[in-house]
């Protein structure tokens, strides 16, 4: 759950409780785009709640803003944004014979493969791209922590109510190898985190976890599903599993510190 406080042209979006972390974006009512001291002021407000200092927008809508953001010392990533063409999707059978399932929060298992699902992602997402490398189980299973009892009862909520959706894919011999998440509101849901161990790509891991969330989100009746990919090599995956692409994406956040 989020509040919404509005900061002239932009709006941020404040966690309340436990969850994913919010960013902040244009009005959409907005008839100027943000300047870098629109950017510095919401940057601050961020700071000041524990917030990640990022901001999201769509690149056709406020094309202005991205040489702003570049300006205000922002690195921005621009990433294909994609819809879902139902008559398009394909099974996850087409691109791997690895099974794939989606979590149950009623499982007696639920928290260890939460903890799993987060450590698969937190492998994959440290090394970008589709490229395969040395990262595997190991790397898994060294990255696996527990989690808080708010984290874990927000997690098996979200999938009860079925606003979220989870799912790993792996082997009873490797354990988990590809994970990824969707959240939804009402009838639209973003497809989002989709990881794959280094060791295990080049398997269409990536492309089954994301056409089991995508069925899953059609079965429950969601009209419009959508995802943003990290670069074009990795929007070509999606473009195997059904989703086209409507535009792009832009996120900005400050440099990494190195």
């Known amino acids: 759950m989020a509040r919404v406080e509005e900061h002239g042209p932009l709006v941020l979006f404040v966690r309340e409780g436990a969850g994913w972390p919010f960013y902040a974006r244009p009005r959409l009512d907005a008839t100027t785009t943000p300047s870098a001291a629109d950017l510095t002021a919401v ?3 961020q700071r000041e709640l524990g917030q990640p200092e990022a901001f999201e927008w769509v690149h056709e809508r ?3 803003l991205l040489p702003v953001a570049r300006a205000a010392g922002l690195t921005v990533l621009e990433a294909p944004l994609m819809v879902l063409d139902p008559a398009a999707l394909a099974a996850p059978g087409d691109f791997t014979d690895v099974p794939v399932r989606l979590l149950d929060a009623g499982a007696p298992g639920f928290a260890r493969d939460v903890a799993v699902r987060r450590a698969v992602a937190a492998v ?3 090394a970008a791209g589709t490229a395969r490398g040395d990262a595997g189980p190991a790397q898994r299973d060294a990255a696996v922590t527990g989690l808080d009892a708010a984290a874990l009862e927000e997690e098996r909520a979200r999938l009860a109510d079925g606003s979220r959706l989870s799912v790993l ?4 011999e490797e354990g988990a190898l590809a994970s990824g ?3 939804r509101v009402g009838d639209t849901a973003e497809v989002a985190g989709v990881a794959t161990l280094p060791a295990a790509r080049r ?3 990536g492309a089954a976890v994301t056409a089991a969330l995508a069925r899953a989100l059609r079965d429950a009746g969601t009209d419009l599903v959508f995802l943003s990919a990290g670069s074009e090599e990795i929007a070509r995956v999606y473009v195997r599993v059904g989703f086209r692409r409507l535009g792009t994406a832009c996120i900005a956040e400050p440099p990494a510190v190195l």
Do not use: E, H, K, Y
């Open 43 to 45: 940057r601050a407000r």
């Open 62 to 64: 406020v094309p202005d």
């Open 124 to 126: 994959g997402f440290s």
């Open 169 to 172: 894919a792996g082997t009873p």
């Open 181 to 183: 998440i969707a959240m």
């Open 203 to 205: 398997r269409g891991l």
